[in-house]
């Protein structure tokens, strides 16, 4: 019998099964409340739009298009729709800067093809996405904290990453309600990344995911609109805008996109060609026009939503958490991040939780290059009612109380 661990790549040392792909499958156990999954609440899903849009397609003149091989690039009708929000946020893009992936986690991917060889440095969030780690681990970079906070230098980073034998390629963040932690990004830490990245002469991976559901604040300018204005259009920047369809239309028809200068994106068409030729076409002509249709309407009523349960979930948590016990309130996004005193292990407690109080989260060390991070916990409240997160938070709670006095 072949055995196999002789023959593997040495990248897949650094391939790890995620923490949440599995945790999801807590949700067909009826008696788990999960605030786990970062999911959309499919019963928000414009499911009436999308039959419309599939019998449209089926059973007009674009049918054997639908069903045919298709353009790397992507659709032209619906990159021709991405570049109109993109010159709505001040962006000059063009179809031609414009790539289709299979939902913005193959971006991260390709991104990761494109820009790593072994032991290349990457600047990334303390915490920071599971899904990117996951993407990047594959070409085994090494990882630094990305701390816009303090006042690390360019040549700071470029110094440790020489220590290490590497050298810096990207830095990658989600600058609206980042996943994990719900943060985003001041004015002045954008323009403060963007000098880093100038300094070190590196592109800036934007994980914009979550950008279109804001429930209140001030509207931030994307690092790439910046990065425009700063360098006189997009041919001449270094930042790389991920977007997704996954947050607002559908995650399961898996269409996400980059926004990029044309030399970029024609290295990642042939990384498209050689992985899968093309996203699916006829996903990606429902999503052109259930997007021209009511993109708008829908974006207002999830962020209404979700608006709403962010808001039963902060004063849930005042009203059960004890004390010791902090988060922030995210401006956006789905989650909410807590941090607990240093000797809590959310994953044994995690453990504890799904056995006794039967509610599921993620622990924090998942959202850590370096596996630290141990005493926070990522709370999701995009798919759970007002009432469900009540009970839910209570018991939580409720067993966070019992563990800090069993310590004392």
Request: glycine residues 8%.
């Amino acid at each position: 019998m072949l055995d196999w661990e002789k023959i593997y790549a040495t990248r897949t040392k650094r391939m790890g099964a995620s923490e949440i792909r599995e945790l999801l499958k807590l949700l067909e156990q009826p008696d788990i409340i999960s605030f786990a999954g970062g999911i959309p609440d499919p019963a928000l899903f414009p499911s009436e739009d999308f039959q419309e849009a599939y019998n449209d397609i089926l059973s007009g003149p674009e049918a054997g298009q639908a069903l045919q091989y298709s353009v790397s690039e992507g659709y032209p009708r619906l990159r021709e729709w991405i570049v109109q929000r993109m010159r709505a946020r001040g962006i000059n893009a063009d179809i031609g800067n414009i790539f289709i992936t299979s939902g913005s986690q193959q971006g991260l991917d390709y991104l990761g093809k494109l820009l790593l060889s072994p032991g290349d440095t990457a600047l990334v969030t303390w915490p920071t996405y599971l899904g990117a780690l996951q993407a990047f681990n594959a070409y085994e970079p090494r990882y630094d904290k990305l701390d816009l906070s303090r006042n690390a230098s360019p040549e700071d980073y470029a110094a440790a990453a020489r220590d290490a034998g590497s050298r810096v390629k990207f830095a990658y963040l989600s600058a609206d309600f980042a996943n994990p932690s719900g943060e985003s990004l001041t004015p002045m830490e954008r323009e403060k990344l963007l000098d880093i990245a100038e300094a070190l002469d590196i592109a800036v991976i934007e994980d914009a995911a979550y950008r279109a559901l804001r429930y209140d604040g001030e509207r931030q300018k994307t690092l790439l609109t910046m990065d425009c204005e700063r360098n006189g259009g997009i041919e001449n920047t270094r930042t790389l805008y991920c977007g997704s369809f996954s947050k607002t239309l559908s995650p399961g028809l898996r269409v996400g996109w980059i926004c990029a200068a044309t030399p970029v994106i024609k290295r990642l068409v042939l990384a498209k060609q050689a992985a899968d030729l093309h996203s699916p076409t006829i996903n990606q002509m429902a999503i052109a026009r259930v997007a021209e249709k009511s993109f708008n309407e829908q974006a207002e009523k999830i962020t209404r939503v979700y608006g709403s349960r962010r808001d039963a979930m902060l004063d849930a948590l005042a009203k059960h958490m004890p004390a010791g016990v902090h988060w922030h309130k995210p401006e956006g996004g789905m989650f909410i991040w807590l941090t607990m005193p240093e000797h809590i292990d959310s994953a044994a407690l995690l453990a504890l939780s799904l056995k006794t109080a039967k509610v599921a989260f993620v622990p924090g060390n998942a959202f850590y290059a370096d596996g630290s991070g141990g005493n926070h916990m990522r709370l999701s409240f995009s798919c759970s009612s007002p009432e469900v997160i009540e009970e839910g938070i209570g018991r939580l709670g409720a067993l966070l109380a019992e563990q800090l006095a069993a310590a004392a």
